[in-house]
């Protein structure tokens, strides 16, 4: 059926790809220059080589090529991330993108032609647009998972309840091993792209880095599938990670619209059709991906601003909020309304059990002493969190390293597909089997006044929880339990296993249960430890497999699980103290909630963001002060080990990412960038052109050197040639494919007034060729090269060179030259002296960590610092 489908889906994401500017010109450029074709013809660096030693090790798929090297995920945050020759190469292949039209004549004739008064207008509905469609495919999702979750418990427990063990061992791990299959096949087979959760992509797209296929149609498709099978079946993942990388494939995607259906003119989707707005639009997606994944609006914008945008605007931050206002709701409307895909009849009642994800009923007070284990809590969670990181990319890196010493292709997509499958195996083996070995606990749930099912059950330690997760989680080694009245009150024995509630159930309804407040002592250490070491480990595990698959929700009961283990100990140290006590404050409900935050906090390294989450998923305010506590302590102890996960995670797909501020430290000393200039990194001798050029000169020079800009230079009065402007390769690929636009013979640049008059006729030229085909790179500079029929012809760059290209002076600070590129997302700067004569050249890829580290070591040495 995908396959099918896929095939009346457009080829690639290049339909999706925004022009440099506009419809006329940017639409000619981008839908003839950034075919695959010439991205492999015109791509600077060459394919990685295969690995020499066995310290580095590559693995090449369809779309993603990575290398892996071992053992160096111990760096503090605070340290160079140091990359190996060869992801150094990998590194090369990703290309920036052009955040900034080229600001030339013709680009100005196209912004006069623009009607840019209901802009700001189209803006907002656009952005409200992409909430909606994000808060749709959000609600098919969960509905969808629920629905898969639901039936394989149901029908396991059938089973067991009917003493069938063995045959409800054999239905939940079938089912389970079916679904992981069926999401990695997916994958595997069909969208590489939409493997793992797409953020460490996102967000080097954000930060400006071109990376393919990730926003196609056919991975969103795939990574929907993939999700909601791998999640569905009981895979210890969460739907977040992917909700973030759907949210920017529907914000691509739709203010892209025209670019895809390239034969329909549609005006409302052209005007966006430019690299910022894109860039915007993919951001509000990523925001409203997690508020709707979590039901948190302020949360996801927070998520957004803090992980994964590197470019925020306070008007980007209000249309954020709106586009998190719209797909939370819609997504919690249609929630309302349905379970499972059963019509419950609630439609736009936003009930707390429904509405809020893991709704905490009765939270308690605080006192200044909760302070003490919040800390302590936030000193593990930084350490776990920090191992969590190492063991992950330890995983990523073995698995990679298997998978490349296998020879042959589908042996290695047999072990794809079966990864997810044996971790299956393993997690219903561990849910059905495990719980057997604990005992049952006797409980007593209380049935109220009105006749509805009790509210409360109370164990033998008279302390609470709700009877509906008792019901829902009665294990069938336990004891079904009888009903009585007593007096207007029904009152139900039973016996309940405290695995079988985090183990043998829905995470989120394992997470519920670990957050039940006056429910001291529901857990004890045995299950809570057991289901501890079965968490990290299967989450680490199967995070990097071949399926679509996030980590947030694991990690949130992974902390819970430590928090309630540090909340029992303090029980069992000061006793059982309920309401209105001094020491109720000692909740170990309240103590996983922290420890969910704590542990976020330690792995990614966020504060704001989770803190409003965690506050938005249990709606206990009350614990505000310990979480933000807790996830203060555990940044600062996890930054003292490892980077953040995400950014490690940039780092070993070799994702080219630049830093807010810079990091470079060179022996043991953080670098201070003021202290050197521009003309200490900077690349020369610098390829330049003239503005009038020789049209064989100008393929030959296209061809010899791979780089994507080159400044333009003219002669001044004195004879000098001082810098004028910039041209990148795809502009001058244009220009080398319209005969039209060269005269034969040096011509003298055009002056200020012939210039306007020459766009006007420049451009309608370059509209005649805007729907031509794809044309090959390569061939097209051999031939204007070599061919004497172009020998007497120049051409007039004047129209189209970019003359907005920033220049600074080669004495110009480094620290505000990386300033310049990270805050205004710029891919060239060039250098110049007090003449202003062209004398290096800076990249955004040259102010890489580790590529300054390599230019300023020796420098360092030679010169005081
Ligand atoms: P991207 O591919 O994202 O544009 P890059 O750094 O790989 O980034 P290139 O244009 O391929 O970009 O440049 C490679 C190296 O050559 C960089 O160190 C850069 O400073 C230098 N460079 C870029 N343009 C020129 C040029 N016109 N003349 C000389 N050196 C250049």
Same mark, same amino acid.
């Given at each position: 059926?995908?396959?099918?489908?896929?095939?009346?889906?457009?080829?690639?994401?290049?339909?999706?790809?925004?022009?440099?500017?506009?419809?006329?010109?940017?639409?000619?450029?981008?839908?003839?220059?950034?075919?695959?074709?010439?991205?492999?013809?015109?791509?600077?660096?060459?394919?990685?080589?295969?690995?020499?030693?066995?310290?580095?090790?590559?693995?090449?798929?369809?779309?993603?090529?990575?290398?892996?090297?071992?053992?160096?995920?111990?760096?503090?945050?605070?340290?160079?991330?140091?990359?190996?020759?060869?992801?150094?190469?990998?590194?090369?292949?990703?290309?920036?993108?052009? +955040?900034?039209?080229?600001?030339?004549?013709?680009?100005?004739?196209? &912004?006069?032609?623009?009607?840019?008064?209901?802009?700001?207008?189209?803006?907002?509905?656009?952005?409200?647009?992409?909430?909606?469609?994000?808060?749709?495919?959000?609600?098919?999702?969960?509905?969808?998972?629920?629905?898969?979750?639901?039936?394989?418990?149901?029908?396991?427990?059938?089973?067991?309840?009917?003493?069938?063990?063995?045959?409800?061992?054999?239905?939940?791990?079938?089912?389970?091993?079916?679904?992981?299959?069926?999401?990695?096949?997916?994958?595997?087979?069909?969208?590489?792209?939409?493997?793992?959760?797409?953020?460490?992509?996102?967000?080097?797209?954000?930060?400006?880095?071109?990376?393919?296929?990730?926003?196609?149609?056919?991975?969103?498709?795939?990574?929907?599938?993939?999700?909601?099978?791998?999640?569905?079946?009981?895979?210890?993942?969460?739907?977040?990670?992917?909700?973030?990388?759907?949210?920017?494939?529907? %914000?691509?995607?739709?203010?892209?619209?025209?670019?895809?259906?390239?034969?329909?003119?549609?005006?409302?989707?052209?005007? =966006?059709?430019?690299?910022?707005?894109?860039?915007?639009? /993919?951001?509000?997606?990523?925001?409203?991906? #997690?508020?709707?994944?979590?039901?948190?609006?302020?949360? %996801?914008?927070? =998520?957004?601003?803090?992980?994964?945008?590197?470019?925020?605007?306070?008007?980007?931050?209000?249309?954020?909020?709106?586009?998190? /206002?719209?797909?939370?709701?819609?997504?919690?409307?249609?929630?309302?309304?349905?379970?499972?895909?059963?019509?419950? %009849?609630? =439609?736009?009642?936003?009930?707390?059990?429904?509405?809020?994800?893991?709704?905490?009923?009765?939270?308690?007070?605080?006192?200044?002493?909760?302070?003490?284990?919040?800390?302590?809590?936030?000193?593990?969670?930084?350490?776990?969190?920090?191992?969590?990181?190492?063991?992950?990319?330890?995983?990523?890196?073995?698995?990679?390293?298997?998978?490349?010493?296998?020879?042959?292709?589908?042996? #290695?997509?047999?072990?794809?597909?079966?990864?997810?499958?044996?971790?299956?195996?393993?997690?219903?083996?561990?849910?059905?089997? @495990?719980?057997?070995?604990?005992?049952?606990?006797?409980?007593?749930?209380?049935?109220?006044?009105?006749?509805?099912?009790?509210?409360?059950?109370?164990?033998?330690?008279?302390?609470?929880?709700?009877?509906?997760?008792?019901?829902?989680?009665?294990?069938?080694?336990?004891?079904?339990?009888?009903?009585?009245?007593?007096?207007?009150?029904?009152?139900?024995?039973?016996?309940?296993?405290?695995?079988?509630?985090?183990?043998?159930?829905?995470?989120?309804?394992?997470?519920?249960?670990?957050?039940?407040?006056?429910?001291?002592?529901?857990?004890?250490?045995?299950?809570?430890?057991?289901?501890?070491?079965?968490?990290?480990?299967?989450?680490?595990?199967?995070?990097?497999?071949? #399926?679509?698959?996030?980590?947030?929700?694991?990690?949130?009961?992974?902390?819970?699980?430590?928090?309630?283990?540090?909340?029992?100990?303090?029980?069992? /140290?000061?006793?059982?103290?309920?309401?209105?006590?001094?020491?109720?404050?000692?909740?170990? %409900?309240?103590?996983?909630?922290?420890?969910?935050?704590?542990?976020?906090?330690?792995?990614?390294?966020?504060?704001?963001?989770?803190?409003?989450?965690?506050?938005?998923?249990?709606?206990?305010?009350?614990?505000?002060?310990?979480?933000?506590?807790?996830?203060?302590?555990?940044?600062?102890?996890?930054?003292?080990?490892?980077?953040?996960?995400?950014?490690?995670?940039?780092?070993?797909?070799?994702?080219?990412?630049?830093?807010?501020?810079?990091?470079?430290? &060179?022996?043991?000393?953080?670098?201070?960038?003021?202290?050197?200039?521009?003309?200490?990194?900077?690349? =020369?001798?610098?390829?330049?052109?003239?503005?009038?050029?020789?049209?064989?000169?100008?393929?030959?020079?296209? @061809?010899?050197?791979?780089?994507?800009?080159?400044?333009?230079?003219?002669?001044?009065?004195?004879?000098?040639?001082?810098?004028?402007?910039?041209?990148?390769?795809?502009?001058?690929?244009?220009?080398?494919?319209?005969?039209?636009?060269?005269?034969?013979?040096?011509?003298?640049?055009?002056?200020?007034?012939?210039?306007?008059?020459?766009?006007?006729?420049?451009?309608?030229?370059?509209?005649?060729?805007?729907?031509?085909?794809?044309?090959?790179?390569?061939?097209?500079?051999?031939?204007?090269?070599?061919?004497?029929?172009?020998?007497?012809?120049?051409?007039?760059?004047?129209?189209?060179?970019?003359?907005?290209?920033?220049?600074?002076?080669?004495?110009?600070?480094?620290?505000?030259?990386?300033?310049?590129?990270?805050?205004?997302?710029?891919?060239?700067?060039?250098?110049?002296?007090?003449?202003?004569? #062209?004398?290096?050249?800076?990249?955004?890829?040259?102010?890489?960590?580790?590529?300054?580290?390599?230019?300023?070591?020796?420098?360092?040495?030679?010169?005081? +610092?």
């Amino acid at each position: 059926l995908i396959m099918s489908f896929s095939s009346v889906l457009p080829e690639d994401e290049d339909f999706f790809r925004a022009p440099n500017y506009g419809d006329d010109l940017g639409g000619v450029r981008r839908r003839t220059y950034t075919t695959s074709a010439v991205r492999t013809s015109v791509s600077r660096a060459p394919k990685p080589a295969p690995p020499k030693d066995d310290t580095v090790f590559a693995v090449k798929d369809d779309e993603n090529f990575s290398v892996f090297a071992k053992g160096r995920d111990y760096e503090p945050v605070y340290v160079t991330h140091e990359y190996t020759e060869q992801e150094k190469d990998t590194l090369n292949t990703y290309e920036s993108c052009d +955040y900034l039209p080229n600001h030339s004549h013709i680009f100005k004739h196209w &912004i006069k032609r623009q009607n840019i008064s209901d802009l700001e207008t189209d803006r907002w509905v656009m952005i409200g647009l992409i909430g909606f469609v994000i808060g749709v495919v959000s609600f098919f999702l969960h509905q969808l998972i629920e629905r898969i979750d639901h039936l394989k418990w149901r029908i396991t427990k059938d089973l067991l309840k009917d003493e069938r063990i063995w045959e409800g061992w054999l239905f939940c791990a079938g089912y389970s091993m079916l679904f992981a299959v069926f999401a990695a096949t997916v994958v595997v087979f069909w969208r590489p792209s939409a493997g793992g959760s797409g953020m460490p992509e996102v967000t080097g797209y954000l930060n400006g880095t071109q990376i393919r296929r990730i926003f196609s149609i056919r991975t969103l498709i795939a990574k929907f599938l993939s999700c909601v099978a791998a999640i569905g079946c009981g895979m210890p993942i969460g739907p977040e990670g992917p909700m973030i990388h759907m949210g920017a494939s529907v %914000g691509s995607g739709l203010s892209q619209l025209s670019g895809y259906l390239k034969r329909i003119n549609l005006p409302f989707f052209e005007r =966006f059709k430019n690299p910022e707005d894109k860039r915007n639009f /993919i951001t509000a997606g990523v925001a409203a991906g #997690v508020s709707a994944a979590f039901g948190a609006p302020v949360g %996801g914008l927070l =998520f957004c601003m803090e992980e994964v945008s590197s470019f925020w605007t306070k008007t980007l931050a209000w249309q954020i909020f709106f586009c998190c /206002i719209i797909a939370t709701s819609t997504s919690d409307i249609f929630n309302s309304a349905f379970e499972r895909f059963q019509i419950i %009849g609630m =439609f736009g009642e936003f009930r707390t059990s429904r509405y809020i994800l893991f709704n905490v009923d009765e939270a308690v007070d605080i006192n200044i002493l909760m302070f003490i284990p919040s800390v302590i809590i936030g000193v593990i969670g930084g350490l776990l969190g920090s191992l969590f990181t190492i063991l992950n990319l330890k995983i990523h890196r073995y698995r990679k390293r298997i998978l490349a010493s296998i020879s042959r292709q589908w042996v #290695v997509r047999l072990v794809r597909l079966l990864e997810p499958a044996l971790i299956m195996l393993i997690m219903s083996s561990f849910s059905v089997f @495990l719980p057997m070995a604990f005992s049952c606990i006797p409980f007593t749930c209380i049935k109220g006044e009105t006749g509805i099912l009790s509210e409360y059950c109370v164990n033998d330690t008279m302390n609470k929880y709700d009877s509906h997760f008792v019901e829902e989680n009665i294990f069938h080694t336990c004891n079904v339990g009888t009903y009585y009245l007593d007096g207007t009150t029904f009152v139900y024995n039973g016996t309940y296993n405290e695995l079988s509630l985090l183990i043998f159930s829905s995470k989120d309804e394992a997470m519920k249960t670990l957050y039940l407040r006056n429910s001291h002592k529901m857990f004890n250490y045995g299950p809570l430890f057991a289901s501890l070491a079965i968490y990290f480990v299967m989450v680490c595990w199967s995070a990097g497999t071949s #399926v679509a698959a996030g980590i947030l929700v694991p990690m949130l009961m992974i902390g819970a699980l430590y928090g309630r283990i540090v909340g029992l100990i303090m029980v069992d /140290i000061f006793g059982v103290h309920l309401d209105d006590d001094y020491l109720s404050w000692m909740d170990p %409900g309240a103590f996983a909630l922290i420890g969910s935050a704590s542990f976020f906090g330690g792995v990614a390294r966020l504060a704001p963001a989770i803190t409003v989450i965690m506050m938005e998923l249990t709606n206990d305010l009350k614990v505000l002060l310990p979480v933000m506590t807790a996830v203060m302590v555990s940044k600062w102890v996890g930054d003292f080990f490892t980077h953040p996960y995400f950014h490690a995670l940039l780092e070993l797909k070799c994702i080219p990412f630049l830093n807010q501020h810079p990091h470079v430290r &060179i022996d043991s000393t953080n670098v201070k960038l003021d202290l050197f200039a521009a003309e200490d990194i900077m690349a =020369f001798p610098v390829v330049s052109l003239n503005l009038v050029e020789h049209v064989p000169k100008i393929a030959q020079i296209l @061809l010899d050197y791979q780089h994507n800009g080159f400044p333009v230079v003219r002669k001044n009065k004195e004879g000098k040639r001082v810098f004028y402007g910039l041209m990148t390769r795809s502009d001058l690929l244009v220009l080398l494919d319209h005969r039209s636009v060269m005269c034969q013979g040096p011509v003298e640049p055009m002056n200020d007034e012939t210039v306007d008059i020459a766009s006007i006729e420049y451009d309608k030229m370059l509209k005649g060729k805007k729907d031509e085909e794809e044309i090959n790179t390569r061939f097209l500079l051999q031939f204007v090269a070599e061919n004497s029929d172009y020998k007497d012809y120049y051409v007039d760059m004047t129209p189209y060179v970019n003359q907005s290209a920033l220049s600074i002076q080669t004495k110009f600070s480094l620290q505000r030259a990386y300033t310049l590129i990270s805050a205004l997302g710029l891919r060239h700067l060039v250098v110049v002296n007090g003449n202003n004569e #062209v004398r290096g050249m800076i990249t955004r890829k040259d102010l890489m960590g580790h590529h300054m580290v390599e230019f300023l070591s020796p420098i360092l040495q030679t010169r005081p +610092y």
